[in-house]
């Protein structure tokens, strides 16, 4: 269960309801990266970092009908990204943290597979920055408020 400590929203509803509505949005999507950004860095903190591989290194695969393929292997720790989301409402601001393509085994490493155990990294990362991320949002969006002059 995630628990959080939020204070202050009738304020910041004021303060926001003081802008015009680009002007909100902006701010809201800039204080949402800053907090994304943060949930970013301690997934990578979490995030395996396996020796064995080389980022960018070709590997053969063998298909069951006898056929090959050439992939690139990526490490899940490079593939972390900050992605924007679209939305319905053009008031709303939605990112995500994800893990590009070429990391595909993170899913097998979080979820676990038929030959290895769970190792809920992204999990464990919400969880531990929860806060941080809380007062990341809250402290850019302040300095974004008070830039607007509000």
Same mark, same amino acid.
């Given at each position: 269960m995630i628990t959080a400590n939020m204070r202050?929203?009738?304020?910041l509803q004021d303060r926001l309801e003081s802008l015009s509505k680009q002007e909100a949005t902006k701010a809201g999507q800039i204080a949402n990266r800053a907090g994304a950004?943060?949930?970013? %860095?301690? *997934?990578?903190?979490?995030?395996?970092?396996?020796?064995? #591989?080389t980022e960018g290194e070709m590997?053969?695969?063998h298909n069951k009908g006898?056929?090959?393929?050439?992939?690139?292997h990526g490490k899940i720790v490079n593939n972390i990204k900050?992605?924007?989301? %679209?939305? *319905?409402?053009p008031t709303q601001v939605k990112?995500?943290? #994800?893990?590009?393509?070429?990391?595909?085994?993170?899913?097998?490493?979080?979820?676990?597979?038929?030959?290895?155990?769970?190792?809920?990294f992204m999990i464990r990362a919400l969880t531990n920055s929860q806060q941080s991320i809380i007062d990341?949002?809250?402290?850019?969006l302040n300095k974004q408020l008070i830039k607007r002059g509000v």
């Open positions: 202050g929203l009738a304020a950004a943060t949930l970013r %860095k301690e *997934a990578i903190n979490e995030a395996p970092n396996s020796p064995k #591989t590997r053969t695969r006898g056929t090959t393929r050439q992939e690139t900050v992605k924007k989301l %679209k939305s *319905a409402d990112n995500a943290v #994800t893990i590009g393509s070429s990391a595909y085994h993170s899913s097998f490493v979080e979820f676990g597979s038929i030959h290895n155990a769970a190792d809920p990341t949002i809250g402290k850019v």
